[in-house]
């Protein structure tokens, strides 16, 4: 294995010793040295990669992004363009509930928030921030989505609402299904993605 792949692999080996804990333990309940005896590391191998534990933190964005890709990759990419958006916001919102915990997923925001970073959040970069758009525009293109309003806008409306349906999961304790909701807020502003009547 070349050294370069190496230290990939300890990167991504970090990163999943600390997604375990912070599910297992709790983010704050989850400290440097629990997740550098998880991974099988040192100090010096975490601090290569990592400055302190929210900057870990921030990187599981790329975590998610992973598993998004793999149910895209199961995708029947010839559905209706509203349907695929739909099938996909359902996944996340099913996924989020059943792998993060509301205070996880706090956690991950009020890092963000607090680090006054988007590096990770909305990187125009992200896999999921790309797809979304992608799908967006191959629908504007079928004339299943309006095309009157640019695929850059029309994607950061589903994007807030989606983000916004999540934090309201947060506030509430996770006191309703997260999917459920997410599924049933999308009738909604499906209808504003719907190519208009001109006539």
Request: hydrophobic residues 35%; aromatic residues 16%.
């Amino acid at each position: 294995m070349k050294k370069n792949e190496k230290k990939d692999n300890l990167r991504q080996t970090i990163m999943d010793a600390a997604w375990e804990l912070f599910y297992e333990k709790g983010y704050e309940n989850t400290t440097v040295n629990d997740i550098i005896k998880r991974a099988g590391t040192s100090k010096g191998g975490f601090y290569y990669y990592f400055k302190a534990k929210d900057e870990l933190l921030n990187s599981l964005y790329a975590f998610f992004d992973r598993e998004y890709e793999k149910f895209y990759a199961t995708m029947d990419k010839n559905l209706n363009s509203l349907l695929q958006l739909r099938l996909l916001g359902q996944y996340v919102s099913y996924f989020i509930e059943g792998n993060v915990s509301p205070e996880f997923l706090c956690a991950l925001y009020k890092s963000q928030l607090s680090n006054q970073t988007q590096e990770h959040f909305l990187s125009p970069d992200r896999f999921y921030i790309k797809l979304v758009k992608k799908i967006i525009s191959e629908g504007q293109e079928k004339g299943e989505i309006r095309d009157d309003i640019p695929v850059e806008t029309l994607a950061h409306h589903v994007l807030a609402i989606e983000r916004g349906i999540f934090i309201d999961w947060c506030v509430q304790a996770g006191s309703f299904s997260l999917g459920y909701f997410g599924a049933q807020s999308f009738e909604f502003y499906s209808e504003f993605l719907k190519p208009q009547n001109t006539n």
